[in-house]
């Protein structure tokens, strides 16, 4: 290696710098040719080679921050943001900083004036984190506090890295990389698609239980309510129903128009088994999923729709909204898309709606009786498939004044239909089907199941309303596959925020 290859130029210095990394080698490298060694198993090998090398590559790292230290050279002129000169320099400062491989120390040149804090060129150079612990490690906290508790994030965190981080700073750094999730999106350009391609968009809410002191008002209020609890060991009744706050989650993806029969869906039970092959549904593609603890239903609508406007700013293309049928959801649709004066179809759930049809069903025929409900759900569903919904609602009523069925032995039949009759317009599978939308809510159903019920609902989890969110938005994050190219976006924010914002024209991109 040449002089002129390394820092500063000067060989002498860089080998003294790596003085006591190459020592650590040469001892590691020394164990591994004694005899203990010699005795070893292979795992064992495996875990003194894994601490040793660990505590190598730590001391490699703080080397490299030594020859920086021992070579860096003087700004002929450090201005702030406010246009005060640095005059003054100090070698020597020195600030810790925790990373994957340990603990390390950087020194570098303090930039000083009179009555001004003091900059260090250098920190930027290096992008440092405000704290001590670095992007690496913040990476590691976001990637494993989406996988499980913090508490088994801390553990495999300091397993994998022995950086000795708590519990609470895990969650912290967690909460600190969701920081740039929103404006990420905002600036993304989403996948080209062609105005032939059918638009989706969904938006589903699942309850988080969350700490008393971030519950929602009216939530609060109604578990004051309820008064104190007497009980020591468990929830007393009602205090179930009010702690838990509302995440609402949005979908938006891109689907081929693909044009189904109601054979395709449902089979005829009363026609002999065939064996025509069915035609496949829309499928989804580019699909891109948000959620909120923090925010309002409307909010995360409203984020929903923006994505859906990028995708198609023109509102050229086809968009269908599929819901599970919630007035307040479809309530807040409707507003957002006249406000934006896009044309939009809303489509219930179609496994949504059948649940209403088993409801029904029950009233007519027994609980022994399954095979008989099974196909009379079949015949109606079929039915409300070709749009018509309305004479299914009649229909149904008919059978039960048939059955002389009356009072609360009704109450499945009178539940389809006032469902059936109220949301009518929303039921129009005929037209769904045979221009090739998608009638059904998985995506969103497996998002609610995935990004919340597999994480935050979680056994014994009471979340705070800021960690509960940051770990919200970090699942969809990387469900989207969006996190590696989100963190390259987050570090060069990080480093506007903490470095580039202090110096006048960007002086230290020069650098």
Request: hydrophobic letters at 40%; a neutral charge; charged letters at 25%.
């Amino acid at each position: 290696m040449s002089a002129g290859s390394v820092l500063g130029g000067d060989l002498a210095v860089a080998e003294a710098a790596f003085a006591a990394s190459r020592g650590l080698f040469d001892r590691v490298a020394a164990r591994m040719q004694s005899v203990d060694a010699g005795a070893l198993t292979h795992s064992q090998l495996e875990e003194v080679l894994g601490s040793d090398m660990r505590e190598v590559t730590r001391q490699l790292y703080q080397d490299h921050l030594r020859l920086r230290e021992l070579t860096e050279q003087r700004e002929p002129e450090v201005v702030d943001a406010k246009g005060v000169q640095r005059t003054r320099i100090e070698r020597g400062r020195t600030r810790k900083l925790a990373t994957v491989f340990g603990k390390v120390e950087v020194g570098r040149m303090a930039y000083r004036g009179y009555g001004v804090a003091d900059l260090h060129v250098a920190d930027a150079r290096l992008n440092l984190p405000e704290d001590m612990h670095s992007h690496g490690l913040a990476k590691l906290a976001a990637i494993e506090s989406t996988r499980g508790s913090f508490a088994d994030a801390c553990e495999r965190i300091n397993a994998f890295t022995g950086a000795g981080i708590g519990h609470r700073q895990v969650q912290e750094l967690a909460i600190g990389a969701a920081a740039d999730i929103d404006s990420f999106y905002d600036a993304l350009v989403p996948a080209p698609a062609t105005d032939a391609t059918v638009l989706v968009i969904s938006t589903d809410g699942k309850g988080v239980v969350i700490r008393p002191d971030s519950l929602r008002d009216a939530t609060a209020k109604a578990a004051a309510a309820k008064g104190g609890n007497a009980m020591r060991t468990r929830l007393a009744a009602g205090e179930k129903n009010n702690r838990k706050r509302m995440a609402t989650l949005g979908t938006v993806y891109d689907a081929e128009s693909a044009p189904r029969t109601v054979d395709d869906v449902i089979a005829d039970p009363d026609a002999a088994a065939g064996d025509r092959p069915r035609e496949p549904g829309p499928k989804a593609r580019s699909k891109w999923l948000c959620g909120s603890v923090a925010d309002c239903a409307a909010e995360t609508v409203a984020a929903v729709f923006d994505q859906a406007e990028a995708r198609d700013p023109g509102h050229r293309r086809d968009w269908v909204v599929l819901v599970d049928g919630a007035k307040h959801q479809i309530d807040l649709i409707t507003a957002e898309a006249e406000q934006r004066d896009a044309n939009v179809t809303i489509v219930i759930d179609l496994i949504h709606v059948l649940e209403y049809l088993w409801g029904a069903a029950w009233c007519l025929h027994g609980h022994t009786d399954g095979v008989l409900a099974e196909a009379w759900v079949a015949r109606h569903a079929r039915a409300l498939l070709t749009g018509n919904a309305l004479d299914v609602a009649a229909d149904l009523d008919k059978q039960a004044r048939a059955a002389r069925i009356r009072g609360a032995k009704r109450k499945g039949i009178d539940d389809a239909i006032g469902y059936l009759t109220n949301k009518a317009e929303h039921l129009r599978y005929d037209t769904a089907l045979a221009n090739g939308r998608p009638i059904a809510t998985g995506v969103i159903e497996g998002a609610c199941r995935h990004l919340v019920k597999d994480r935050l609902d979680i056994t014994g989890a009471r979340w705070g309303l800021s960690g509960a969110e940051a770990v919200l938005k970090l699942r969809a994050l990387r469900t989207n596959g969006d996190f590696n190219t989100y963190w390259r976006w987050h570090e060069q924010q990080e480093f506007t925020r903490n470095h580039l914002a202090r110096y006048r024209d960007g002086l230290i991109l020069a650098a």
